[in-house]
């Protein structure tokens, strides 16, 4: 091999040259092992989808019908671009805020996801250990694979919150949110956009049952991820935490189970019962939001259930300015659904929102490492939401504002 010298002659090439070009180390991170490759949430979707099987990396990427909602939340991000302010004293950046009155290190939350534990054996756990070193409330899922209990212990200085599907079942309905109250959750989210479950058809397709059973055909497909199974195997059998449910899909078990009569007036009933902050989620229109907070809702959730739920459905992007401009300051109102890098979160602080939630950012982390993967995905948009500010001239997130936002004008 050669090289150019000043003079235009060429020289050999010697291996101590190619050696000090190498990075022998790789370059310095503080995530552990295969993690440290993955510099965005994109990475830690590829990881997750080598690392499990494929009918569940299937039911946790997926969604509704042809999946155009799943796409559209995240594309609508990219139709709105940042128009930075200069000469602004940026050299100390405050991400930090408060969430319905508790502070948190960043303006982002752990949105509730069901059955987490299929990602990782040490799932809901190993995402609110992650939540809680993040500084960020974590949601758990009524549909969790880990009990009330069991979270609480596992990060107790979280803040930790409880979604709740209602049930047919009242009283066990009840008899979840008083447990949750004495287990120190300090908000309870109602999920309203789920009367019957959405059709799934990569779960179809894969005969994806819950907890998972797999069909013979994709045995072979199981041999290929043998960490996964091995892991799996060694770990408490999969289940619902707080539900008694036969195995089956999921859509039968959620019809079985959840209240396609739930409406208003059942809010009102569960605020008459709850007495800290109340969350409801699952919002697109202003005229629901607007209901659910002068029926004493403390925070709207714009979220299309990360189009899981109603093909075709809006992306929340869309929906948050009417539902912003209905609530007023009366209510803080998140965003979820297509979050996956912090100039997306301070997109949406500029676009009206307090807060947003992530759901499969961090699941991707947990499929790819656990806690570990949770807490990279979580770093990811807090260290991009960071830098974001500093370009965009936002030294804190008060800072973020609406003239930060340019939208191009519809035909
Ligand atoms: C695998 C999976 C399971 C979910 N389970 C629940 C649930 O049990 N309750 C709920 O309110 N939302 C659930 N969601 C919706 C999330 O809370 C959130 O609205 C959605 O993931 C946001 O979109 P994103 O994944 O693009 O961030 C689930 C989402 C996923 C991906």
Known sequence: MTRSTRGGRRSRLGVRDIAAMIQWRGARSDAPGALASAYSIADLRAMARRTVPKPIFDFIDGGAGDEVAVRRNVERFETASLVPRVLRDVSRIDTSTHFLGSAARAPFGFAPVGMTRLAHPDGELAAVRAAARLGVPYVLSTMASSSLEAVAAAAPEADRWFQLYLWKDRAASEALIRRASALGYRALVLTVDVPVAGQRLRDARNGMTLPPSFPLRSVAGLARHPRWLARTLRSEPLGFAALDLKPGGFAEQSN????????????????GMWTGPLVVKGILS?????????LGADAVVVSNHGGRQLENVISTWDALGSVRAAVGDRAAVYLDGGVRSGTHIAAALAAGADAVFMGRAYVY????????????????????????????GAATIGDIAADMLHVPARD
């Not at 947990?366 to 500010?389: D, I, K, P, V």
């Open 365 to 392: 982390g947990l499929m790819a490492g656990g806690e570990a993967g949770a807490l990279r995905a979580g770093r990811m948009l807090q260290s991009g939401l960071a830098r974001t500010m500093a370009l965009l």
């Open 256 to 271: 079985a189970i959840l209240d396609a009569s739930t409406t208003f007036a059942d809010l009102a009933w569960m605020r």
């Open 286 to 294: 202003a005229a629901d939001a607007a209901e659910a907070v002068r």
